[in-house]
């Protein structure tokens, strides 16, 4: 969320940046600049009648004391007028803070000056390409093919179990799973990440905290009894582990890593766009968090970018490197690169990976702070998939097919105990 001060300090910025979102704001800064004046001025007047209460109740003592009663009485019926003025005062700001806080939850992150203006995924900027792409022969077939005819994957069972969108992997297909997540983990671990295993479902506050409400809930898996909503990413609980939290400069970077299940509602289109694995309403993913000082945000974002590309690099995975237009980014987020993965036997790109960085938005709304040379600041958050599992085990298996099976990338090996499935 964009704080007031930012908001004072850099309005004509603000607009100017969030056109790239094609936003126009002009109108609600104007509010919200406006309600923020009506605040502070209630405010001022509040201190100034404060202030007159307690001289008079100075007065009032002294006057009594003098045996001056009339006198004193007169001061009581004026304190009390004062009161009743404070306590208008304070509805007031209260009134105006409330619709303030309104509308800066609708306002999204404002985009990094290098972040291209645009309207959806087909402006975006394709940073880093692969041309040399695989070619499969011509009895290739896409991977939902391949999984249910080895019998590693039963998305009948998940639909029966469950509904559409919810696959069942089992044999070679279940430990194939297993092996990338602990392949990531550990891959983590060794680049500095602190494994986490957090909690699935989270609260109302942590939604709001990372930005998922109020811009997400529909996308969200809610239990309406307790109001707990199943978490759409790692992402959540473990940067809400840092809610209301000031942290100690000499703890900084704070990088984190943990694996979750993931569960979204969004249902997509139909067809083949959605067969298999897709596009499905839950799936593994391993999750990677820093938080920074904002002078080395974006080094840190470029260090998070390099990672998933060695990750992609030694799993032998085609990849191309995106970054996102400002219509197609994120509410929250100020800069992010999309990694995308060449399914060949669908001859088709699917996305793998989001890696952002989003400035201080977040760490507003969780009031993750650190304190320096006598200020308290902001501290800058970051995330990305390294990696979402299910289209990653689809590209799996459609490159490495043979007419026997699938062969196991060679890195994996050591984790599957086994070099291919037949």
Not at 207 to 225: N, S
Not at 270 to 295: A, C, M, S
Request: glycine share 6%; aromatic share 8%; with cysteine.
């Amino acid at each position: 969320m964009l704080t007031l001060q930012k908001i004072r300090e850099e309005k004509e910025e603000i607009i100017k940046g969030l056109k790239k979102r094609n936003l126009s704001v002009e109108n609600t800064i104007n509010q919200i600049l406006k309600l923020d004046e009506e605040r502070r001025s209630a405010q001022h007047e509040l201190d100034s009648i404060l202030n007159n209460i307690k001289t008079l109740s100075k007065e009032i003592g002294q006057l009594y004391a003098q045996g001056k009663g009339e006198e004193a009485e007169q001061k009581k019926t004026e304190t009390q007028n004062n009161k009743e003025t404070s306590k208008r005062m304070q509805e007031k700001m209260q009134n105006a803070e409330s619709q303030i806080q309104a509308l800066l939850i609708e306002i999204p992150n404002v985009p990094h000056e290098d972040v291209k203006a645009g309207k959806s995924a087909e402006e975006n900027e394709i940073i880093k390409d692969q041309k040399d792409l695989p070619v499969l022969p011509e009895w290739a077939k896409p991977h939902w093919e391949i999984m249910e005819n080895l019998d590693i994957m039963d998305m009948a069972a998940g639909t029966k179990i469950t509904g559409a969108g919810f696959p069942l992997y089992k044999g070679k297909g279940a430990k194939l799973q297993r092996s990338l997540i602990q392949f990531f983990l550990d891959k983590a671990t060794d680049a500095g990440y602190l494994e986490v295993i957090p909690p699935l479902l989270i609260n109302e506050a942590s939604a709001y905290a990372t930005g998922q409400l109020p811009d997400k809930e529909g996308q969200m898996y809610e239990i309406q009894t307790e109001k707990f909503f199943l978490i759409p990413t790692a992402e959540v609980p473990i940067t809400n582990l840092y809610r209301d939290a000031l942290v100690d400069p000499k703890e900084l970077p704070v990088k984190l890593v943990g694996y979750t299940p993931c569960f979204r509602r969004e249902a997509g289109s139909y067809g083949k766009d959605v067969r298999g694995l897709n596009r499905v309403h839950q799936f593994d993913k391993v999750e990677i968090v820093q938080i920074q000082k904002p002078e080395n945000s974006y080094k840190a974002l470029k260090e998070m970018i390099d990672y998933v590309e060695s990750l992609l690099t030694e799993l032998n995975i085609p990849y191309r490197i995106v970054r996102l237009c400002g219509g197609d980014m994120g509410f929250t987020a100020a800069m992010t690169y999309d990694f995308e993965i060449y399914a060949a036997g669908q001859k088709r790109w699917l996305e793998v990976s989001s890696v952002s960085n989003f400035e201080s938005f977040q760490s507003n709304r969780l009031k993750l702070r650190y304190k320096e040379e006598g200020k308290t600041k902001l501290l800058h958050t970051l995330n990305g998939s390294a990696l979402a599992l299910a289209r990653l085990m689809a590209v799996i298996i459609e490159n490495n097919q043979t007419q026997d099976g699938v062969n196991i990338p060679e890195v994996l090996k050591p984790y599957t105990k086994f070099d291919s499935i037949t």
